[in-house]
């Protein structure tokens, strides 16, 4: 792959990004977007994937799963770009999707990583500690076997595996533990410089504020590297609204039966809410704006 054509999709018909393919940049979550709510699994309709696929078009995920848990995915799509895994603390590169490697990078199995968050071992020990500390009963994912996540997740024991690889971040639940109790773990996990928040009947804890200082880094290398760049995001929730600020053409895709709560469209005032919820939601945004876009500078004069 040559620096100045690079190639971010793997697949017969993809033209090298060039042109107005490096313009553009899709930077999205995954749950309840491109892939359905309370699934882990990959869609069935692929049509959108290969619409972006066919142009040259880069698609980043950027997710709270696990760097192995993404990597799987993009293998499958057979995807070559960068993404963001465990809520914002690493941004993996692959070999060859960037034309350098930035001072802060370092090497890792196929490509290089930036790391914003702290490692496993010490949010495992932080959060141990501060439950314990408080007498707080709760279920740490370090303490099962694949096959205790995989009953925890409603999933199979390959994905409980990959799920099971954290780097950054630990997932867990209360036994038992009224409101109260759960509100002082929260407080004395703050003070350890870490925070929490719920995902299904789980909590994962996490030493990154957000997703917003991973985006920063790979836009600016985008840019960087490519030029001026549309960065057009794609979000499910309200945790998503703190990187949506930073991005071009902030999406979000509303969940069925869930209205957009009015604290999002104040901080977000130019987004775009999808017609209809989960993947097809997904894809229509991704024909009509994405699309639009492309055609559009497509059909504007050349200076």
């Known amino acids: 792959m040559s620096g100045k054509r690079p190639r971010w999709w793997q697949r017969p018909l993809t033209h090298d990004a060039v042109g107005l393919a490096r313009q553009f940049l899709v930077v999205t979550d995954i749950d309840a977007t491109l892939l359905e709510s309370n699934t882990r699994g990959l869609p069935d309709e692929r049509a959108a994937i290969d619409f972006l696929a066919a142009r040259g078009i880069p698609l980043v995920i950027t997710s709270s799963r696990t760097r192995a848990e993404i990597e799987r995915l993009q293998k499958t799509l057979q995807m070559l770009t960068p993404f963001i895994s465990e809520d914002g603390s690493a941004l993996f590169m692959p ?17 290089h990583v930036v790391e914003f968050g702290r ?140 209205g957009v709560p009015p604290r999002v469209l104040a901080k977000l005032p130019t987004v775009h809410i999808t017609r209809s919820p989960g993947r097809r939601g997904w894809s229509e945004a991704v ?10 500078q497509h059909r504007a004069p050349i200076d």
């Open 95 to 111: 070999h060859g999707c960037f034309p350098f490697v930035p001072l802060r990078a370092r090497s890792a199995i196929g490509g």
């Open 119 to 258: 490692r496993y071992h010490e949010v495992v020990e932080a959060l141990r500690q501060t439950s314990r500390e408080l007498g707080v009963e709760i279920v740490g994912f370090a303490e099962l076997t694949i096959d205790d996540v995989a009953r925890e997740l409603g999933v199979t024991s390959m994905a409980a595996q990959l799920a099971k690889l954290r780097e950054y971040t630990e997932l867990f639940r209360f036994v038992d533990e009224p409101e109260a109790t759960r509100s002082r773990l929260f407080k004395a996990l703050r003070r350890r410089g870490l925070r929490s928040w719920q995902t299904g009947r789980h909590h994962l804890v996490t030493a990154t504020r957000d997703r917003t200082e991973s985006l920063r880094m790979l836009t600016t290398m985008w840019k960087a590297a490519w030029g001026e760049t549309v960065v057009i995001g794609f979000g499910d929730s309200e945790d998503d609204v703190a990187w949506l600020q930073h991005v071009d053409v902030p999406i979000v895709v509303h969940r069925d039966g869930v």
């Open 287 to 296: 024909f009509e704006l994405v699309g639009g876009l492309f055609d559009d």
